[in-house]
């Protein structure tokens, strides 16, 4: 089965600077596909960010980007010119290409500092 | 577009009741739907997922169970709720496997008292 690893339990960051939050799955299969997903205090559940596992290029999306290792099975997530709404939970997760059900590591808590 | 609407909002129940928390979904046909429990402060852990009618595959038996009578709901229930059910849960939905992002529903906080 499928795991997804994020190590930082909980991260700070000043405001307008760049954070890196850290992931990494474990999985025998060759094409996925990877999200980030962010929870704010109000415990929405928001779609940061996707990776196709066949695609070299990483995903951006305005001031979210990734660095997408796949070889590593490295997942990270970068936040540049963080802003107080970005102070959230950050979940990390999978999902085969075949499957059906999507697999969330146990999340980072991010406070970005004024 | 699509919504997901999921209720209650928040819910207090003593050990040994019976529990039933609905979802529906509007605007789309045929989701994929599923079914969440977040423990305080920690990640989400998958309970169950059904990819039509009738077709329920559960992830962790305990004492739960889901059912889907309708396309478009899908119902998390109990006979006998425990201390250990506490929690906050979370229905979401998503067209088909692959790169369709799941979509989240607001949440429900039980509370097992």
């Known amino acids: 089965a499928q795991t997804v690893t994020q190590s930082q339990p909980e991260m700070s960051v000043q405001e307008a600077e760049t954070v890196t939050l850290s992931c990494t799955y474990d999985t025998s299969e060759n094409n996925y596909y990877l999200f980030w997903y962010k929870q704010p205090p109000s415990r929405q559940m928001i779609l940061v960010i996707r990776?196709?596992?066949?695609?070299?290029q990483n995903a951006t999306e305005n001031r979210f980007s990734v660095n997408f290792q796949k070889a590593a099975k490295s997942f990270s997530l970068k936040i540049s010119d963080s802003q107080l709404g970005d102070t959230a939970m950050y979940f990390c997760?999978?999902?085969?290409?075949?499957?059906?059900?999507?697999?969330f590591g146990a999340g980072t808590r991010l406070t970005v500092k004024p | 577009s699509q919504t997901i609407h999921q209720w209650p909002a928040t819910l207090v129940q003593p050990v040994g009741s019976p529990l039933s928390l609905e979802c529906t979904v509007e605007?789309?046909?045929?989701?994929?739907l599923y079914w969440y429990r977040q423990a305080a402060g920690r990640g989400l852990q998958l309970l169950f997922y059904?990819?039509?009618?009738?077709?329920i595959s559960s992830e962790v038996p305990q004492n739960l169970s889901a059912s889907r009578p309708q396309d478009r709901q899908f119902i998390l229930s109990s006979k006998k709720l425990l201390l250990s059910d506490s929690g906050f849960y979370l229905c979401?939905?998503?067209?088909?496997?692959?790169?369709?992002?799941?979509?989240f529903g607001n949440g429900t906080r039980l509370t097992v008292t």
């Open positions: 059904s990819v039509g009618i009738g077709q």
């Open positions: 979401a939905w998503s067209r088909d496997r692959g790169n369709s992002p799941l979509h």
């Open positions: 990776q196709e596992a066949y695609k070299q």
């Open positions: 997760a999978f999902r085969g290409m075949g499957n059906n059900d999507m697999r």
């Open positions: 605007g789309t046909s045929n989701p994929n």
